[in-house]
């Protein structure tokens, strides 16, 4: 389906205008904004095969809810970067941290079958990809996921008298 060069022209002042309005109180730049509408836009049309019937208050209407989606995003961006930023940690608390980290991987290595090698690949502070894992394995990226799954469960177990589980939002004391 092609859009007709009437409705762009009559709708990319109007975009301009509304993303121009809302981008300041969303946080983002207004022509990211334009083009996160337009995509939708298009997506829309591409999917629908037709045009909105009042694409007018359609665009209205978008322009707000990706404005509301990028303030949510801030939001949760802003959040993160404020728990992110902790103070300078104190002796004590890296001696705790790296003892945290100690038991770790000693329960790690006493999991059982293939599990040490997987988890410990894992951990690996590089991040690998499921892919670099997998090759590095031997095994197939497809069944990954599921001996993931089995290993940190055997591990969770095996941590749980060990280690205290996480605090508030996920903190540990």
């Known amino acids: 389906m092609t859009l007709r060069p009437s409705l762009l022209a009559t709708l990319t002042p109007l975009l301009a205008a509304e993303c121009g309005a809302e981008a300041a109180a969303a946080g983002v730049d207004a022509e990211d904004l334009e083009q996160a509408v337009w995509l939708r836009f298009l997506e829309r049309v591409a999917v629908g095969g037709t045009e909105p019937e009042r694409p007018a208050d359609w665009l209205r209407r978008a322009v707000r809810a990706e404005a509301r989606r990028a303030r949510r995003e801030r939001a949760r961006a802003l959040r993160f970067r404020g728990e992110a930023r902790a103070e300078t940690p104190t ?20 999991t059982p079958g293939h599990c040490p090698r997987l988890l410990t690949a894992m951990l690996h502070p590089g991040d690998p990809s499921y892919r670099d894992i997998a090759g590095a394995l031997g095994i197939s990226q497809g069944s990954l996921g599921p001996m993931r799954s089995r290993c940190l469960g055997c591990l969770r177990r095996m941590l749980s008298a060990e280690v205290p589980g996480p605090g508030v939002r996920g903190r540990v004391p």
């Open 91 to 110: 002796p004590e608390h890296s001696a705790l941290t790296a003892e945290r980290h100690r038991t770790v991987r000693a329960a790690v290595r006493r």
